[in-house]
């Protein structure tokens, strides 16, 4: 790997910990349920470009087939988490 890639994988890791801890701090300090939802949604979002980072880092593919399962449950955790907020259950 050049040391442009390095240095940009490694600062694009550094961004993505400062955003994870801010969205840390609003899902425990949102005064609303769908402040948490969406905070816990970029959570996931923000994890999933992380492994994605990881993977060209370390040159494998393992970690976009994380990625992959961790956008389709971060996708069904929120329906869920929104169809809640809505309706007060989400299995009818």
Known sequence: MSPVL???VTATLVLYALAMALAVLRLTRGPRAQDRVLALDFLFVLAMLAMLVLAIRYDSRMYFEGALLMALFGFVGSAAMAKFLLRG????
């Open 6 to 8: 390095s240095l940009a």
């Open 89 to 92: 259950e989400v299995i009818e």
